[in-house]
């Protein structure tokens, strides 16, 4: 949910491979409190039928089901790979049977994905070639006083005291939008927004995350030096949007 060259949720290609999957795992493994408390936040108390739409390898798709012990997932990507990581980890924590993934690509055909009462979309829209056009598919597909939640992050991560924030990128030109209009045009109600700044201290984990973005950024040698760095940590900022059907 962090690297925000990931494609997961739409069209674009990886090319990052298992890099891309190991990413996505250790964002679940880093960020597992903070994503459990946004969606302890959510203004929504026993959703029987949950999306999760650009799901990768489960991050939200486990907390979800933590949370919420008599509801089923549905788990929309792109990538046959994650999908298929994720269902490996479902059925090694007993979970199954709770699970539905969905191979889709939003930006070309819209699947069958049912009425649910929650969606959980998690850095997956800034991807969309059209997110006016994926919002109103999302209000059509939703349940009637159905709950959207919109996670998006500012920007790529920080890793050192002296890192800026990185500058905007042509490729994902909805990265860092506000949201909040973007839901109203679409017919929703903006229920709650809030921010969350995440600051974690350097770690193996945090170690293995900044290598790979890193490396991706500058290339192997650079990255090996900068982990090296004693004063390594993550910091990342996400925004989140409750908005009701």
Not at 71 to 88: F, K, W
């Amino acid at each position: 949910m962090s690297d925000e060259r990931h494609g997961h949720g739409h069209g674009h290609g990886h090319g990052h491979g298992h890099d891309q999957a190991e990413i996505l795992d250790l964002d679940a493994e880093l960020l597992a409190t903070h994503t459990a408390d946004i969606i302890d936040w959510l203004p929504t108390s026993n959703p029987r039928h949950i999306v999760d739409l650009g799901s990768g390898t489960g991050a939200g798709t486990f907390a979800l089901l933590a949370r919420y012990p008599e509801a089923h997932i549905t788990a929309v990507d792109s990538s046959l790979d994650h999908l298929q990581r994720l269902r490996e980890k479902a059925g090694g924590r007993g979970l199954a049977d709770r699970v539905h993934t969905v191979l889709a690509d939003l930006d070309s055909d819209w699947p069958d994905l049912g009425t649910p009462d929650l969606i959980w979309a998690s850095a997956s829209l800034h991807h969309m070639a059209d997110p006016a056009h994926t919002l109103g598919q999302l209000h059509k597909t939703l349940a009637p006083a159905g709950l959207l939640a919109v996670v998006e992050l500012a920007g790529m991560p920080q890793f050192f005291p002296e890192q800026a924030p990185d500058a905007h990128d042509e490729r994902l030109p909805h990265r860092g939008a506000d949201w909040g209009p973007k839901l109203t045009e679409a017919g929703f109600t903006v229920e709650g927004e809030r921010t969350v700044t995440v600051h974690i201290e350097r770690s193996e984990a945090v170690e293995r995350y900044a290598h790979i973005v890193l490396r991706r950024q500058f290339g192997p040698e650079a990255a090996d030096e900068a982990v090296r760095r004693e004063d390594l940590f993550l910091r990342t900022e996400r925004t989140v949007w409750a908005a009701r059907k």
